[in-house]
C-alpha cells in the first residue's frame, strides 16, 4: 500500500478528477497506532498539505461546495493538532473563497457551522478570528442588523480577554458596517480603508492590503487629497512585499498615477523595488540612505522594509555560506558589505531559527557548518507512552507504573 507521501507525489502528476480522490484518500486515512512521534508528525504534515492542495484545486475550479467540505473533512485530524495550527490551516482554507464569485453566502454557512464547531471545541482564538471574518461578509452582503449584533458581543468578549490584535480588527470592522448604514463622508471612509489595509498587512496578507490601499487612493485622488500620495506609497510597497517589484514601474505608467511617478517619495519605492529585485543589499542600504526622511518617517513602511532588509540578508548570507562546511566569518562580512559583528550577530539568529544547522567558532573566527541531523528516536516510544498515559481516565491513572530508562 503506497505511504502518504507516495500519493501526494502521485496526485501532483495525475489529472484533477485523480488528485482530488488521491488527496481525499490521504486526509481521511488514519494514522497507524504503532507510528512512533516523528512518523507521526510526518504523516500529519501530510495531510495538512493534502487539504491544502485539495482547496486549491477546488478554487481553481471555481468549486465553492467542494472547499466547504474541504473544511469539514479537515476536522478529522486538526482536533489532534495545536490550536494555533489548526486556526492557521482553517484560515488558509477559507481564503480560497475568495477567487470564488458569487461564493458569499457559502462562506457565511460555513463560518457559523465551524464558529459552532470551535466553541464546541473550546477553541475560543480560532471561533473570535472566525467570527471576526463572518462580521466582515455580512457587512459585504448588506446584511447589516447581523452584523451589528455579532460584533457588540465580540467586542465585550475580547476586552475580557484582552485579545488586541483580533480587537482592533473588530473594532475596526465596527466602524466599517456602522460605516454602510449611513452615509459616510469620503474622507472617513477613506480613513477607514486605509487602517482595514494597514491591519492586513501586518498580518502579511498584502494582497487584501492592497485591494484596501487602492480603494484609499481612488477615494483621496479623485478629491486631489494630498493623503492619496501616502495611500500610493502603500500600494506600491505591497507589491515589493510580494514580491512584485517588476508591477512598481507598471503600476506608475498607469494614468491614475502617472502625476505622482516623478516625486520623491515615490521614486524612493521605485529605488527599493529595484534593489529587491536584484537582490542587492548594498542597493538596498542606498536606497535606505538616499531617502531616509521618506522611507523612515513612516512606520508602517519602516517597519515592513526592515523585516525585508532582514529576509534579503538572510537570503544573501545563505548564498554565501551553503558551499562550505567551514567559513571565515571575516570572509562572510566582506561579501556582503556588513560588519563583522553584525553578520555574527545575524548567523546566530539563522542558526537559532534553524535555517540552516552550524556552530559560531570564535576562537577561531570561522563558521563550521553541519549536515542537517537525524531525528533521535531514542525517546520516541517513551515519549507516546506517557502520551497514552496522560489519556487514560482519572481512575486508572494510579495503576499504571512507567518505566523509562535513561
Keep these: 500500500m503506497p505511504t502518504k507521501q507516495e500519493l501526494l507525489e502521485q496526485a501532483t502528476k495525475a489529472s484533477p478528477a485523480q488528485a482530488e480522490a488521491l488527496y481525499k484518500e490521504i486526509i481521511t486515512s488514519p494514522i497507524s497506532d504503532h507510528a512512533d512521534v516523528p512518523q507521526r508528525e510526518a504523516e500529519l504534515r501530510q495531510q495538512e498539505a493534502a487539504l491544502v492542495k485539495l482547496a486549491g484545486l477546488y478554487q481553481t475550479q471555481k468549486n465553492a461546495k467542494g472547499v466547504a467540505e474541504v473544511i469539514t473533512l479537515s476536522r478529522s485530524f486538526v482536533s489532534t493538532t495545536a490550536k494555533a495550527k489548526t486556526a492557521k490551516l482553517i484560515r488558509t482554507v477559507l481564503?480560497?473563497?475568495?477567487?470564488?464569485?458569487?461564493?458569499?453566502?457559502?462562506?457565511?454557512?460555513?463560518?457559523?457551522?465551524?464558529?459552532?464547531?470551535?466553541?464546541?471545541?473550546?477553541?475560543?482564538?480560532?471561533?473570535?478570528?472566525?467570527?471576526?471574518?463572518?462580521?466582515?461578509?455580512?457587512?459585504?452582503?448588506?446584511?447589516?442588523?447581523?452584523?451589528?449584533?455579532?460584533?457588540e458581543t465580540l467586542l465585550t468578549e475580547l476586552k475580557r480577554l484582552d485579545d488586541k490584535m483580533i480587537l482592533t480588527e473588530a473594532a475596526l470592522t465596527s466602524a466599517r458596517t456602522a460605516a454602510n448604514a449611513i452615509y459616510c463622508p469620503?474622507?472617513?471612509?477613506?480613513?477607514?480603508?486605509?487602517?482595514?489595509?494597514?491591519?492586513?498587512?501586518?498580518?502579511?496578507?498584502?494582497?487584501?492590503?492592497?485591494?484596501?490601499?487602492?480603494?484609499?487612493?481612488?477615494?483621496?485622488?479623485?478629491?486631489?487629497?494630498?493623503?492619496?500620495?501616502?495611500?500610493?506609497?502603500?500600494?506600491?510597497?505591497?507589491?515589493?512585499?510580494?514580491?512584485?517589484?517588476?508591477?512598481?514601474?507598471?503600476?506608475?505608467?498607469?494614468?491614475?498615477?502617472?502625476?505622482?511617478?516623478?516625486?520623491?517619495?515615490?521614486?524612493?519605492?521605485?529605488?527599493?523595488?529595484?534593489?529587491?529585485?536584484?537582490?542587492?543589499?548594498?542597493?538596498?542600504?542606498?536606497?535606505?540612505?538616499?531617502?531616509?526622511?521618506?522611507?523612515?518617517?513612516?512606520?508602517?513602511?519602516?517597519?515592513?522594509?526592515?523585516?525585508?532588509?532582514?529576509?534579503?540578508?538572510?537570503?544573501?548570507?545563505?548564498?554565501?555560506?551553503?558551499?562550505?562546511?567551514?567559513?571565515?566569518?571575516?570572509?562572510?562580512?566582506?561579501?556582503?558589505?556588513?560588519?563583522?559583528?553584525?553578520?555574527?550577530?545575524?548567523?546566530?539568529?539563522?542558526?537559532?531559527d534553524k535555517v540552516f544547522h552550524g556552530v559560531l567558532d570564535q576562537g577561531r573566527g570561522c563558521l563550521i557548518v553541519f549536515e542537517e541531523a537525524e531525528a533521535d528516536n531514542t525517546y520516541g516510544a517513551a515519549i507516546e507512552t506517557l502520551e497514552q498515559v496522560g489519556k487514560a481516565p482519572q481512575a486508572d491513572r494510579s495503576c499504571v507504573t512507567v518505566r523509562v530508562r535513561l
Design 95 to 151: 481564503d480560497c473563497f475568495n477567487a470564488i464569485p458569487d461564493s458569499q453566502q457559502i462562506q457565511i454557512d460555513v463560518l457559523r457551522e465551524n464558529i459552532d464547531w470551535a466553541q464546541r471545541e473550546k477553541r475560543i482564538f480560532l471561533k473570535h478570528s472566525l467570527e471576526t471574518r463572518l462580521v466582515g461578509l455580512q457587512l459585504e452582503t448588506s446584511q447589516y442588523k447581523p452584523a451589528l449584533s455579532l460584533i
Design 186 to 352: 469620503p474622507h472617513l471612509q477613506a480613513r477607514l480603508d486605509l487602517q482595514s489595509g494597514i491591519l492586513h498587512a501586518e498580518d502579511k496578507d498584502y494582497t487584501t492590503a492592497y485591494s484596501y490601499f487602492y480603494e484609499t487612493f481612488e477615494n483621496l485622488s479623485s478629491q486631489d487629497d494630498p493623503g492619496a500620495l501616502g495611500a500610493l506609497k502603500y500600494m506600491l510597497l505591497c507589491k515589493i512585499m510580494l514580491n512584485l517589484p517588476e508591477d512598481v514601474t507598471a503600476l506608475l505608467s498607469v494614468k491614475f498615477a502617472a502625476k505622482y511617478a516623478q516625486l520623491r517619495d515615490v521614486e524612493s519605492m521605485r529605488a527599493v523595488a529595484r534593489a529587491h529585485q536584484q537582490r542587492n543589499l548594498a542597493e538596498f542600504e542606498k536606497a535606505l540612505k538616499d531617502y531616509q526622511q521618506e522611507l523612515s518617517s513612516d512606520p508602517t513602511i519602516r517597519t515592513h522594509l526592515s523585516a525585508l532588509y532582514d529576509k534579503l540578508l538572510e537570503q544573501n548570507l545563505l548564498r554565501i555560506v551553503e558551499p562550505y562546511s567551514v567559513v571565515e566569518v571575516e570572509y562572510v562580512a566582506q561579501q556582503v558589505g556588513q560588519g563583522r559583528q553584525a553578520v555574527e550577530i545575524k548567523l546566530s539568529q539563522m542558526i537559532l
